[in-house]
């Protein structure tokens, strides 16, 4: 067998997704893949267009890890968002092909069945710990155990996780002149805007005082049945950190997230000898070796790695070998700016692997599941595997052509003295 074409859409129902399409000399046989890098989208397009697909035309799809190699290290330039994002879309491709050719759901062919279904979280956030509460009551009253809670930074022009609070927030701003030029536009503009909005004024002592009083909420109101996470999207430093992850022992997270920035890494051990805390980290990486320090030292408890941004599943199921001996378990990211195949990749390895911990999950608007459906289905608190062959997705190219790309970009975050910070 042999691959004939690679085709790259790009498509925006809601947000810019990308596709990779591989076609086979088998007719009507070929295999999807996401290749979404969330405000680099062109760039991994043009990567799989201008460079990887060509090197493809020809190949027999069956040899997963040779292309895998071939293209990761064969072609010199190695790693990073973009050449890994463009690797996962063509890796995912190629295992929903080989599932498609067996007959079976992606998850056999990684060895079967492990459990019945993955557990997911859900995002829950308000501008207050009232309303964080509020919102969390919802998602357990969908059957969620396991709900993420963030709550709005006090003086902050709009606050990673936390819906609503920037309209609030933006009211009262009397900082110095929003329009900094350049491209930065004034004020919190939506996520997604053509020039990135400005989250301004975020600073860390308020978001250490607001977040262990968070949870301190949350558990009076809640008690302790629900399974609580936070991620602090990598904004603290590592004393601040090992701060924060000490003074919320008491409220016992499930996991905090990202409490460092992953060029970081060494630092996690100031956090981790701090506080029992269980750690999550890695979206942000992007490849195995990223995890080796992380892994052998016993510094984070949840691997969290996108499969769509390191190299597909072929990588991801080596990661989480790497981390089963050290008791480490797998909560792959799973937010909603990767496509439904990357989170039915993540269903398929979550219940075929020993150590998983959880899923996080998001529910696709229509017109996502319209232009490409198959995403996992949740019930009861759980994602469920397609039980289709391959990885169960499919692209609807005709009305992929409905909702054409328009130039988006993640949010940046300044502080009060108007400096740079983490989003
Ligand atoms: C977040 C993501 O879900 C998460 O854990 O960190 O929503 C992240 O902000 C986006 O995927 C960035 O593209
Ligand atoms: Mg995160």
Same mark, same amino acid.
């Given at each position: 067998m042999?691959?004939?074409d690679?085709?790259?859409?790009i498509?925006?129902?809601? +947000?810019?997704?990308v596709v ?6 088998e007719?009507?046989? %070929? ?17 799989l @267009? *201008?460079h990887?697909?060509?090197l493809?035309? $020809?190949?027999?799809p069956?040899?997963i890890e *040779? ?8 072609t010199?330039?190695?790693? $990073?968002?973009?050449l890994m994002?463009?690797?996962?879309g ?5 295992w929903?092909?080989k599932?498609k050719?067996?007959?079976l759901p992606?998850?056999s062919?990684?060895g079967g ?9 859900t995002?829950a956030?308000g501008r *207050?710990?009232?309303a ?7 998602k357990?009253?969908?059957?969620? +155990?396991?709900v993420?809670?963030q709550v ?5 022009i ?10 609030a927030a933006?009211a009262?701003w009397?900082?110095p002149?929003?329009?900094k030029?350049?491209g930065?536009?004034?004020?919190p ?15 860390p ?6 977040v ?6 949350l558990?009076? @109101?809640l ?6 996470l936070?991620?602090?999207h ?10 924060l ?5 008491p409220?016992?997270? #499930? #996991?905090l ?7 970081h890494k060494?630092?996690?051990?100031v956090v981790?000898?701090?506080?029992t ?5 890695g979206?942000?990486?992007?490849s @195995? %070796?990223e995890c ?7 510094l ?7 499969i ?8 991801? +199921?080596k990661?989480?070998a790497l981390?089963?001996p050290?008791?480490?378990q ?12 990357t989170h039915s990749a ?11 911990g959880i899923q996080e ?11 490409m ?5 949740y019930?009861?608190? +759980?994602l469920?595997?397609?039980e ?6 499919d692209v *609807?190219?005709?009305?992929a052509? @409905? ?6 970009y993640?949010?940046?975050?300044r502080r009060a ?7």
């Amino acid at each position: 067998m042999k691959i004939t074409d690679v085709r790259v859409i790009i498509t925006c129902p809601g +947000r810019n997704y990308v596709v990779v399409k591989i076609l086979t000399d088998e007719p009507g046989l %070929y295999g999807v893949g996401d290749a979404t890098l969330n405000g680099r989208e062109l760039s991994v397009a043009s990567a799989l @267009k *201008d460079h990887i697909a060509p090197l493809l035309i $020809g190949r027999d799809p069956d040899r997963i890890e *040779d292309i895998w190699q071939y293209l990761f290290r064969g072609t010199y330039w190695r790693g $990073g968002p973009v050449l890994m994002t463009a690797l996962a879309g063509v890796d995912l491709a190629l295992w929903d092909i080989k599932g498609k050719r067996a007959n079976l759901p992606l998850y056999s062919l990684l060895g079967g069945k492990t459990r019945e279904g993955a557990w997911c979280y859900t995002h829950a956030g308000g501008r *207050d710990a009232v309303a964080c509460e509020d919102s969390i009551r919802e998602k357990m009253a969908q059957g969620f +155990r396991f709900v993420r809670a963030q709550v709005a930074v006090p003086e902050a022009i709009g606050t990673y996780g936390v819906g609503g609070a920037k309209e609030a927030a933006s009211a009262t701003w009397s900082g110095p002149p929003l329009d900094k030029g350049g491209g930065e536009a004034a004020g919190p503009l939506a996520q997604g805007g053509a020039l990135p909005s400005v989250e301004l004024n975020w600073e860390p002592a308020n978001y250490l005082r607001v977040v262990p009083k968070l949870f301190a909420h949350l558990r009076d @109101k809640l008690g302790d049945e629900i399974e609580l996470l936070h991620d602090v999207h990598e904004r603290l430093n590592p004393i601040q950190a090992a701060r924060l992850a000490k003074e919320l022992e008491p409220f016992k997270l #499930f #996991f905090l997230e990202d409490p460092l920035r992953p060029e970081h890494k060494e630092s996690f051990r100031v956090v981790r000898h701090a506080s029992t805390t269980p750690i999550a980290m890695g979206e942000l990486f992007h490849s @195995k %070796y990223e995890c080796l320090t992380l892994f052998q030292e016993q510094l984070i408890d949840f691997i969290r790695c996108d499969i769509g941004h390191i190299g597909g599943v072929t990588e991801a +199921r080596k990661i989480a070998a790497l981390a089963e001996p050290y008791g480490i378990q797998t909560a792959w990211h799973g937010p909603g700016d990767i496509g439904p195949s990357t989170h039915s990749a993540n269903v398929h390895v979550d219940v075929s692997i020993p150590n998983f911990g959880i899923q996080e999950m998001v529910h696709f608007p229509e017109a996502v599941n319209e232009v490409m459906p198959g995403a996992p289905e949740y019930r009861d608190g +759980r994602l469920w595997p397609n039980e289709a062959p391959g990885l169960g997705c499919d692209v *609807d190219e005709e009305a992929a052509k @409905k909702y054409p790309y328009k130039r988006g970009y993640l949010p940046t975050t300044r502080r009060a003295d108007g400096s740079v910070h983490d989003w």
